[in-house]
């Protein structure tokens, strides 16, 4: 696109195609855990276990993927987070 300054949702125009693109995986996660790694922090996302019983009791949690940046960009992938939540109204459970 010709046009630098055209935006979706806020995302320059080429960010923004990149980031749904075909072939993009996506996961939806329900379980992530957080830690910090010298000067890195590193979240990995997964699922409930696999129940274990009738009564739908599940197992320890299965984390597939995970993501590792720096301090700074948890820092920036924080704000941009609250702030996405705070635009939106009260968060969705």
């Known amino acids: 696109m010709s046009d630098n300054t055209a935006k979706v949702y806020g995302v320059p125009v080429e960010e923004w195609e990149a980031a749904y693109r075909l072939g993009v995986?996506?996961?939806?996660?329900?379980?992530f855990i957080i830690k910090r790694d010298g000067g890195l922090i590193r979240i990995a996302f997964g699922n409930n276990g696999p129940p274990v019983n009738e009564k739908g009791l599940n197992?320890?949690?299965v984390y597939t993927h995970a993501v590792t940046m720096t301090e700074a960009a948890?820092?920036?992938?924080?704000?941009?987070?609250r702030d996405l939540i705070a635009d939106a109204g009260t968060p969705q459970k």
Not at 25 to 31: C, M, P
Not at 74 to 81: I, P
């Open 25 to 31: 995986q996506e996961f939806s996660a329900l379980r």
């Open 74 to 81: 948890a820092l920036d992938l924080s704000r941009v987070l």
């Open 59 to 61: 197992g320890c949690a």
